[in-house]
T-cell receptor, first 115, second 109 residues
Framework: GAVVSQHPSWVICKSGTSVKIECRSL??????MFWYRQFPKQSLMLMAT?????????EQGVEKDKFLINHASLTLSTLTVTSAHPEDSSFYIC???????????FGPGTRLTVT | GQSLEQPSEVTAVEGAIVQINCTYQ??????LSWYQQHDGGAPTFLSY????GLEETGRFSSFLSRSDSYGYLLLQELQMKDSASYFC??????????FGTGTRLQVFP
């Protein structure tokens, strides 16, 4: 149980275009999901908290107009990177809140490369 | 802001015991968690300390001392498959996790 999937697993896009990443909880409902960004050999940096049916809460320094988050159902949250630039190239990982506040279930990640 | 520091890399041999430290400069958190991440993979939950002291889960144990702003993950009977990155993370009442800098563990035969 507690499986989280992400789609796509990797994507290459041209600078200036937008990319949408999906995060799904497959066998449970997730009121709260989280989006992280991870650069090579670095830690997971929390970007935003996504709550079903309400606006996402962004961490300080994260541009909410660039990283659009939508959590329209209890099993799906999406992250759209708008007007992507090469510096947005990274590993994007989502997670869903577990039964305990200290445990999150992570998706396999999406590797974004902007050329 | 929150800051969790870990050693960048630790090496050990199979069968050995290794300790990965995590020091932090923050307060008001619920507890300290530990996650494992293999290269290119998803982080997976290992252990949690809500209270000070030692928590044991099989080969893995974790420790927290709030008075010392310090915690550690102890891995025993190391196996090759334990080669991965390990992250400490603080949990808050907003349900979010703030991750440490991460430690890359390399286990040699």
């Amino acid at each position: 149980g507690a499986v989280v999937s992400q789609h796509p697993s990797w994507v290459i896009c041209k600078s200036g275009t937008s990319v949408k990443i999906e995060c799904r909880s497959l066998d449970f409902q997730a009121t709260t999901m989280f989006w992280y960004r991870q650069f090579p050999k670095q830690s997971l940096m929390l970007m935003a908290t996504s709550n079903e049916g309400s606006k996402a809460t962004y961490e300080q320094g994260v541009e909410k107009d660039k990283f659009l988050i939508n959590h329209a159902s209890l099993t799906l949250s999406t992250l759209t990177v708008t007007s992507a630039h090469p510096e947005d190239s990274s590993f994007y990982i989502c997670s869903a809140e577990g039964a305990q506040t200290y445990e999150q279930y992570f998706g396999p990640g999406t590797r974004l490369t902007v050329t | 802001g929150q800051s969790l520091e870990q050693p960048s890399e630790v090496t050990a041999v199979e069968g050995a015991i290794v300790q990965i430290n995590c020091t932090y400069q923050t307060s008001g958190f619920y507890g300290l968690s530990w996650y494992q991440q293999h290269d290119g993979g998803a982080p997976t939950f290992l252990s949690y300390n809500g209270l000070d002291g030692l928590e044991e889960t099989g080969r893995f144990s974790s420790f927290l001392s709030r008075s010392d702003s310090y915690g550690y993950l102890l891995l025993q009977e190391l196996q090759m498959k334990d080669s991965a990155s390990y992250f400490c993370a603080l949990s808050y009442n907003t349900d979010k996790l703030i991750f440490g800098t991460g430690t890359r563990l390399q286990v040699f035969p």
